[in-house]
T-cell receptor, first 112, second 111 residues
C-alpha cells in the first residue's frame, strides 16, 4: 500500500485567489496524479505529475490554471489559480504502486 | 455516451441479502478493470481488480464480459459496513495507469 498525506484537508477561499495543495508519499513513487471530484460526480484526472519535467495535463486542464510541481519522488503540489466558485471540489492526490492507484485523503475546497 | 456508466442508485438492501451491480464501458481496447469503494467524505480505496476469468474475494465476486463490455460486482451476505459508493474503473486502453472512473453506485445496507 501507500501512505499519502495532503495539506490542507480543507479550505474556504475567496474568488480570484490561489491555493496550493501539498501531497506527500511515504516512499518514492514514479507516478503521481492529481484528480478532481465534484459533488456526486466521478473522479476526473487533472494531470500526471512528472518528476523533473512538466506535468502532463488532460484535456480541459491547463498549466496556467493548475500549475503542478514535482521536485522529487515523494512530493508534489497542485495550485488552483485565480479561483472561481466552479473550482469548488475535492482535489485528490494519487500514486501508482504495484499497478494499484492509492489516494490521499483529499482536499475539500470551497470558493466563495 | 459516457466512457464508463454506472447506475447511481441508491440501492437499498437489507442486511444479509445479495446485491449486484453492473458497469458498462465504451473503449473496447481497455484491458484493466477495477472496483473501488468510496465511503462518504473519504478517498477511494481499491476493492478488487477484475480479471478475465472472474474472481472472488470473500463475499465479493467480480465478473468481466468483454463481448458486451461490462463488468459486474456481486456482494453476498451484505453487512452494514458494506454501505458505500462503489466506483467502476477502466483503463484508457493505451495506458495501464490512465484510468476512467465511473460516477459510482451508492449502496445502503439497512438493518
Amino acid at each position: 500500500s501507500a501512505v499519502i498525506s495532503q495539506k490542507p484537508s480543507r479550505d474556504i477561499c475567496q474568488r480570484g485567489t490561489s491555493l496550493t495543495i501539498q501531497c506527500q508519499v511515504d516512499s518514492q513513487v514514479t507516478m503521481m496524479f492529481w484528480y478532481r471530484q465534484q459533488p456526486g460526480q466521478s473522479l476526473t484526472l487533472i494531470a500526471t505529475a512528472n518528476q523533473g519535467s512538466e506535468a502532463t495535463y488532460e484535456s480541459g486542464f491547463v498549466i496556467d490554471k493548475f500549475p503542478i510541481s514535482r521536485p522529487n519522488l515523494t512530493f508534489s503540489t497542485l495550485t488552483v489559480s485565480n479561483m472561481s466558485p466552479e473550482d469548488s471540489s475535492i482535489y485528490l492526490c494519487s500514486v501508482l504502486r504495484t499497478d494499484t492507484q492509492y489516494f490521499g485523503p483529499g482536499t475539500r475546497l470551497t470558493v466563495l | 455516451r459516457k466512457e464508463v456508466e454506472q447506475d447511481p442508485g441508491p440501492f437499498n438492501v437489507p442486511e444479509g441479502a445479495t446485491v449486484a451491480f453492473n458497469c458498462t464501458y465504451s473503449n473496447s481496447a481497455s484491458q484493466s478493470f477495477f472496483w473501488y469503494r468510496q465511503d462518504c467524505r473519504k478517498e477511494p480505496k481499491l476493492l478488487m481488480s477484475v480479471y478475465s476469468s472472474g474472481n472472488e474475494d470473500g463475499r465479493f465476486t467480480a465478473q468481466l464480459n468483454r463481448a458486451s463490455q461490462y463488468i459486474s460486482l456481486l456482494i453476498r451476505d451484505s453487512k452494514l459496513s458494506d454501505s458505500a459508493t462503489y466506483l467502476c474503473v477502466v483503463n484508457k486502453g493505451e495506458s495501464n495507469y490512465q484510468l476512467i472512473w465511473g460516477a459510482g453506485t451508492k449502496l445502503i445496507i439497512k438493518p
